[in-house]
Nanobody, 129 residues
Framework: QLPLVESGGGLAQPGGSLRLSCAASGFILDYYPVGWFRQAPGKEREGISCISASDSSTYYADSVKGRFTISRDSAKNTVYLQMNSLKPEDTAVYYC??????????????????????WGQGTPVTVSS
C-alpha cells in the first residue's frame, strides 16, 4: 500500500472548485508537515501550500493565496487542499508530500533536497472551459 495517495483531481471550469485529498497509510500524518506541490508541463515543480505538524500553521504561495486552503482531518489521517476560483494556469499534476519543518522552507524549496521525505503519486487537475 502506498504511503500517500492523492485523489480528487479532474476537470474543472474556470472559476470552479475542486478538493484534493491526501490520504496516508502506515504512519500518522498529524506528526509530520505536509505539503502540496504541483507541476505543469514544461514548468518547474512549485510548492503551493504547506501545513505544519505542531500547530497547523500554514504557508501559501502567492499564486494560490486567498483561493486555496490546506487543512487536516486527523480522524481520516488525511490532508485536504480546497481549491476555489480556479484558473487555467492552475492546470498541473498535484502532489502531496510528507516533509520536515520549517514549512516555508519545505514549500519554497519546491520539494527538493532534504525537505521532502515521501511523495504521493500525483493527481491531475485541468482547468478549462
Amino acid at each position: 500500500q502506498l504511503p500517500l495517495v492523492e485523489s480528487g483531481g479532474g476537470l474543472a471550469q474556470p472559476g470552479g472548485s475542486l478538493r484534493l485529498s491526501c490520504a496516508a497509510s502506515g504512519f500518522i500524518l498529524d506528526y509530520y508537515p505536509v505539503g502540496w506541490f504541483r507541476q505543469a508541463p514544461g514548468k518547474e515543480r512549485e510548492g503551493i501550500s504547506c501545513i505544519s505538524a505542531s500547530d497547523s500553521s500554514t504557508y501559501y504561495a502567492d499564486s494560490v493565496k486567498g483561493r486555496f486552503t490546506i487543512s487536516r482531518d486527523s480522524a481520516k489521517n488525511t490532508v485536504y487542499l480546497q481549491m476555489n476560483s480556479l484558473k487555467p494556469e492552475d492546470t498541473a499534476v498535484y502532489y502531496c508530500a510528507r516533509g520536515i519543518p520549517p514549512i516555508q522552507d519545505m514549500c519554497v524549496s519546491q520539494g527538493k533536497g532534504k525537505y521532502v521525505e515521501v511523495w504521493g503519486q500525483g493527481t491531475p487537475v485541468t482547468v478549462s472551459s
